[in-house]
Antibody
Framework: EVQLVESGGGLVQPGRSLRLSCAAS????????MHWVRQAPGKGLEWVSG????????GYADSVKGRFTISRDNAKNSLYLQMNSLRAEDTALYYC???????????????WGQGTLVTVSS | DIQMTQSPSSLSASVGDRVTITCRAS??????LAWYQQKPGKVPKLLIY???TLQSGVPSRFSGSGSGTDFTLTISSLQPEDVATYYC?????????FGGGTKVEIK
């Protein structure tokens, strides 16, 4: 069974940094692209970032470009999101999601983890 | 950037009704469209990919159609367990945009 377990969320002040992790199991991690998607409280889904199987192709939403960095460690079956210069509008539940193939695009997401909550507030 | 617009934003229908949700792309995206279901307090779940291919295990009352700019998700006979918010998502290019969502309730 595919399992994705996010961690690293919490309360952080505006302007500070946070690093999210996603531990994957139940599939061959380095065969698949991975993505981060967030959902602000009571709002819809927003794609944040994606990375191909070999980290050779990476993309970001305009809202996080230059502040967030996605990475992966295939030896550890783990996905990461380094979030710098955090803003109040980054407050959200952050999901990691497995892509259908190893390429960053085109791709859909299945399954999703349970999410980790990031709250940016002073 | 290609925008994805869903309509309606919410709907209320009776059990057994046929429900249709539309998703419009601001530019053509071929059939690079997925649909997700998010039940209250739960994780999003993939329903359909490639605009019309049903994900394994998804009930056959769900179907998708469309290509280019106009897409639909249809629930042929609404069931109480279908209460959820439904999202479309394009995945043809670098920005994998979601629609705003359609909340489906039982009348």
């Amino acid at each position: 069974e595919v399992q994705l377990v996010e961690s690293g969320g919490g309360l952080v002040q505006p302007g500070r940094s946070l690093r999210l992790s996603c531990a994957a199991s139940g599939f061959t991690f380095d065969d698949y692209a991975m993505h981060w998607v967030r959902q602000a409280p009571g709002k819809g889904l927003e794609w944040v970032s994606g990375i191909s199987w070999n980290s050779g192709s990476i993309g970001y939403a305009d809202s996080v470009k230059g502040r967030f960095t996605i990475s992966r460690d295939n030896a550890k079956n783990s996905l990461y999101l380094q979030m710098n210069s955090l803003r109040a509008e980054d407050t959200a539940l952050y999901y990691c999601a497995k892509a259908h193939s190893g390429w960053y695009i085109p791709n859909w997401f299945d399954p999703w983890g349970q999410g980790t909550l990031v709250t940016v507030s002073s | 950037d290609i925008q994805m617009t869903q309509s309606p934003s919410s709907l209320s229908a009776s059990v057994g009704d046929r429900v249709t949700i539309t998703c419009r792309a601001s530019q053509g995206i071929s059939n690079y469209l997925a649909w997700y279901q998010q039940k209250p307090g739960k994780v999003p779940k993939l329903l359909i990919y490639a605009a019309s291919t049903l994900q394994s295990g998804v009930p056959s009352r769900f179907s998708g159609s469309g290509s280019g700019t106009d897409f639909t998700l249809t629930i042929s006979s609404l069931q109480p367990e279908d209460v959820a918010t439904y999202y479309c998502q394009k995945y043809n290019s670098a920005l994998l945009t979601f629609g705003g969502g359609t909340k489906v309730e039982i009348k």
